[in-house]
């Protein structure tokens, strides 16, 4: 622990853009580079070598609260990180806070508004039918059930993309269990990219399966098929270990005995992360990462901390031992790191954060959690609207989505005076609905700019903004209350996020190279300032107007960079 005078001074330093203290400053000259305005110059930090290896790490549906809530017990990756820079409260600022519009702000340092993927899925009248986030709907093989997987939807570079720009010899390699996190990581120039994929992992279509992963997937199959005992519960999971009917069914106990050739479940298990994580390994000695002087960016997603959120919850037993093999799944890949002898950077965040189960919310206190009202899907929606209206259209449904983003997308085919009088109709619908916090038209929100400053002051409106594009948004914008939990409960899938509150849109951010000092900034930081701290730290220099986000100066060594 550093005295809390000296975090402070970094903090403001970090903050203010005034030149913060570099490792290798003396105490009194720390002081003087502090001073504000001082007319004499400022003592320069011998400028660190750039890292050679930049590990943008993902835990998806990694709350600021489950951070919070665990951190004390870290032994493994995580308390590595936690000595370094902590900001616990980063901000996926958004309001759609689903995967993979949290992917696309990580290494693109822009919002969901200029991604262009402003939620998981979205209506698309042209082609008739829901399109993925990362999907290329053009290719006849691809389906709504059977995507081909495709980077084409994401407007914006990535870090990585950058980086290849400046300098093709830097690599870009992403590893996630979901194709979604790797695609919207790695942008549209990776070396490499792989995901889960029901049985093992695979990459782009016509691409081939490298060496590297076929080895992986051998290992991982041999696990799957062999079965494994159930997962150790550690004493400080006691607490939560108690079983809470939700449904038909009960969850909090479950410890994640792996059934002998049970592919289905594998990826709703902490295994898949220490997969996922062993391919990442595997993938920086095939392409040698963080071997020359020109910086690499290997994404890694580990997807398990969702999965098990949604099957089980977050209050329970199940998620305790989760974040208990996550920490040693992040210590085995540093120490892997560590053992290559590679100098690299470490980050670490989320792409949202996640609720509890409302029943047990319930039951611990939280009264006003509850289930979404079947009223607002799409299809009771639908027959509610065109009641009102008289509108109707073919296919029997006027209306599609009102899912966890929020968007509202109205059936192809109506005349202007028709769009008209639905979404009048609509809006006036949800706006006297008690689960409704906010309704918004998209040629409303199309007339705001996009929101800056401190997202936690945003309105409701302005982090829908966040996640609006006029191109693929909805026609509607619902934001539903605090609390409120989309869809009914069913073995596998108990409770969800998306919402624009502060339980999903918090998240942790950590920071760490060897030698920097740690220190803990507990303002409010946003998830599009990751981009370009690292380009920073790196030497990219990219125009003005290339980031919604800031850099943060985290090893003073980057101060005029990031006054830029
Ligand atoms: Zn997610």
């Given amino acids: 622990m550093m005295p809390a005078s000296r975090a402070m001074r970094l903090a403001l330093a970090a903050f203010g853009g005034v030149l913060a203290m570099g490792t290798a400053v003396p105490?009194?000259?720390?002081?003087?580079?502090?001073?504000?305005?001082?007319?004499?110059?400022?003592?320069?930090?011998?400028p660190a070598a750039k890292p050679r290896l930049i590990l943008a790490i993902s835990i998806d549906q990694f709350s600021a609260d489950l951070f919070a809530q665990y951190r004390q017990h870290f032994t493994g990756g995580f308390a590595r990180l936690l000595s370094?820079?902590?900001?616990?409260?980063?901000?996926?600022?958004?309001?759609?806070?689903?995967?993979?519009?949290?992917?696309?702000?990580l290494l693109t340092g822009v919002h969901p508004a200029r991604?262009?993927?402003?939620?998981?899925?979205?209506?698309?009248?042209k082609v008739g039918r829901v399109v993925y986030c990362a999907e290329d709907e053009r290719d006849p093989k691809s389906s709504a059930g059977q995507p081909v997987v495709s980077n084409r939807h994401l407007k914006a570079p990535t870090l990585g993309d950058l980086m290849k720009r400046a300098n093709p010899a830097a690599l870009n390699v992403a590893v996630s269990a979901k194709d979604r996190a790797a695609v919207m990581m790695s942008g549209h120039d990776a070396d490499?990219?792989?995901?889960?994929?029901?049985?093992?992992?695979?990459?782009?279509?016509?691409?081939?399966?490298?060496?590297?992963?076929?080895?992986?997937?051998?290992?991982?199959?041999?696990?799957?098929?062999?079965?494994?005992?159930?997962?150790?519960?550690?004493?400080?999971?006691q607490k939560v270990d108690r079983a809470v009917p939700v449904g038909g069914f009960s969850i909090g106990t479950y410890r994640f005995p792996q059934v002998a050739g049970d592919y289905k479940t594998f990826n709703r298990?902490?295994?898949?992360?220490?997969?996922?994580?062993?391919?990442a390994v595997r993938l920086v000695d095939e392409l040698g990462l963080g071997k020359d002087e020109v910086p690499d960016v290997l994404s890694v997603s580990f997807s398990a901390t969702d999965?098990?959120?949604?099957?089980?919850?977050?209050?329970?037993?199940?998620?305790?031992?989760?974040?208990?093999?996550?920490?040693?799944?992040?210590?085995?890949?540093?120490?892997a790191l560590d053992a290559r002898g590679i100098d690299y950077v470490a980050v670490l965040s989320a792409d949202h954060g996640g609720i509890d189960a409302p029943e047990r919310?319930?039951?611990?206190?939280?009264?006003?959690?509850?289930?979404?009202?079947?009223?607002?899907?799409?299809?009771?929606?639908?027959?509610?609207?065109?009641?009102?209206?008289?509108?109707?259209?073919?296919?029997?449904?006027?209306?599609?989505?009102?899912?966890?983003?929020?968007?509202?997308?109205?059936?192809?085919?109506?005349?202007p005076k028709q769009q008209k009088k639905v979404i009048d109709a609509l809006v006036v619908r949800l706006a006297r609905h008690p689960q409704i916090a906010g309704v918004?038209?998209?040629?409303?929100?199309?007339?705001?700019?996009?929101?800056?400053?401190?997202?936690?002051?945003?309105?409701?409106?302005?982090?829908?903004?966040?996640?609006?594009?006029?191109?693929?948004?909805?026609?509607?914008?619902?934001?539903?209350?605090?609390?409120?939990?989309?869809?009914?409960?069913?073995?596998?899938?108990?409770?969800?996020?998306?919402?624009?509150?502060?339980?999903?849109?918090?998240?942790?951010?950590l920071l760490w190279r060897k030698g920097v000092p740690g220190f803990e900034q507990p303002d409010p930081v946003e998830t599009v300032d990751i981009a370009p701290t690292l380009a920073a730290m790196i030497g990219l220099n990219e125009p003005l107007g290339t980031w919604d986000g800031r850099c943060l100066d985290i090893d003073g060594s980057q101060a005029d960079t990031c006054r830029r």
């Avoid at 209050?315 to 085995?332: F, K, N, P, R, S």
């Avoid at 109707?392 to 983003?405: D, F, H, I, R, W």
């Avoid at 026609?475 to 409770?495: A, C, D, N, S, W």
């Fill in 440 to 509: 918004y038209r998209a040629t409303d929100l199309a007339k705001l700019p996009v929101p800056k400053g401190d997202p936690q002051d945003w309105t409701l409106e302005q982090r829908t903004r966040a996640s609006f594009d006029p191109a693929v948004s909805g026609q509607v914008l619902m934001m539903t209350k605090r609390g409120v939990v989309p869809g009914e409960p069913r073995q596998g899938y108990t409770t969800t996020h998306g919402s624009p509150w502060d339980y999903d849109r918090r998240v942790p951010m």
């Fill in 192 to 237: 490499a990219a792989y995901w889960w994929l029901g049985k093992g992992f695979t990459t782009y279509a016509g691409r081939p399966v490298s060496a590297a992963a076929t080895a992986q997937n051998v290992v991982t199959d041999k696990l799957i098929d062999a079965g494994a005992p159930a997962l150790p519960a550690p004493a400080w999971c």
């Fill in 361 to 415: 919310l319930v039951m611990d206190g939280f009264p006003t959690a509850q289930r979404l009202d079947a009223a607002l899907t799409d299809k009771a929606l639908s027959q509610a609207v065109s009641q009102d209206t008289g509108v109707t259209v073919k296919t029997g449904q006027l209306l599609y989505g009102a899912g966890a983003s929020g968007d509202v997308w109205l059936a192809p085919g109506l005349t």
């Fill in 269 to 279: 298990t902490p295994r898949v992360d220490a997969a996922t994580g062993e391919l």
């Fill in 27 to 46: 105490s009194g000259a720390q002081d003087q580079a502090a001073a504000p305005a001082a007319p004499q110059p400022a003592a320069q930090p011998a």
């Fill in 307 to 335: 999965y098990v959120g949604h099957a089980y919850g977050t209050e329970g037993v199940e998620m305790c031992i989760q974040m208990a093999q996550l920490d040693a799944t992040l210590g085995t890949l540093f120490a």
């Fill in 115 to 125: 991604t262009g993927i402003i939620a998981n899925t979205w209506y698309d009248a």
């Fill in 84 to 105: 370094g820079a902590v900001y616990p409260q980063g901000f996926q600022s958004h309001a759609a806070t689903e995967t993979c519009p949290g992917h696309s702000t």
